[in-house]
């Protein structure tokens, strides 16, 4: 158990399971672990018998072995409980690039027309130089590029980056973005009204949330034993004991 507290492991695995086997892809999936920091997981899991490397002409790649796989149930399972109880992802941990990074492992290559398909994404409240962000779609691979490519853009979509986080993880629909004007699809009609389909969603976007009380409804049901000492401005989940 030691291993897999350590910090970044779990979402190193994360990253193994969903398909990254380079250490290109592996820092693009995991952009605030530092490179020095990431040879040393590999290292430790290799150690483990978690993942062994497999030379592919001058590259490594770093795949899992059948102990790192029985694994999956693990991860999955704490993503489905993030999800379902933690109500909003926080403003620190939004992230373009992240973002892009998960969608470019969701495209549904029978979905999208033939050849290239280029997808611009702009989020006008990022920070400066994270704003313009593209999906190079082909048959062969999806690219995530930060730099404008060069190719003729087939659809831009403007949002903000909560607005597409929420649509990434199923908890506002894209026909419900498009229609409240959160969200905006510029390109011909008919593939505007596609790109929802050139996605599969988050494999988590269809985890049940459960009802959550409002501040009033949770004090209003909590014992009045459990409310000593808490002061009316607090939220309703801090307790005394949690500060």
């Not at 970044?8 to 693009?28: A, C, H, P």
């Not at 770093?62 to 999956?72: D, I, S, V």
Request: negative net charge.
């Amino acid at each position: 158990m030691e291993l897999l507290d350590e910090r970044w492991t779990l979402l190193l695995v994360r990253e193994l399971l969903t398909g990254s086997d380079r250490f290109n892809q592996l820092r693009r999936g995991l952009p605030r672990m530092s490179p020095t920091l990431l040879s040393r997981r590999l290292h430790e899991l290799e150690r483990a018998g978690v993942l062994t490397r497999q030379a592919d002409g001058t590259e490594v790649r770093y795949l899992l072995t059948p102990a790192g796989q029985e694994l999956r149930p693990v991860v999955e399972a704490l993503g489905v409980w993030g999800v379902r109880w933690v109500p909003e992802v926080g403003d620190a941990d939004l992230d373009p690039k992240l973002l892009l990074w998960d969608m470019h492992r969701h495209v549904d290559p029978d979905a999208v027309p033939a050849g290239r398909t280029v997808v611009q994404f702009r989020f006008p409240d990022a920070a400066r130089g994270a704003r313009d962000w593209w999906l190079v779609i082909t048959a062969a691979e999806t690219d995530v590029c930060d730099v404008d490519p060069g190719f003729d853009v087939t659809v831009r979509v403007t949002a903000s980056l909560r607005r597409l986080v929420d649509v990434w993880r199923g908890e506002v629909p894209w026909s419900d973005a498009l229609r409240s004007g959160g969200l905006e699809v510029d390109g011909p009609e008919a593939l505007r009204r596609a790109v929802p389909r050139w996605f599969t969603l988050s494999p988590f976007a269809g985890v049940p949330r459960p009802e959550r009380l409002s501040r009033e409804d949770a004090l209003d049901a909590a014992p009045e034993d459990a409310l000593e000492g808490v002061s009316p401005s607090a939220p309703a989940s801090v307790t005394p004991a949690a500060r």
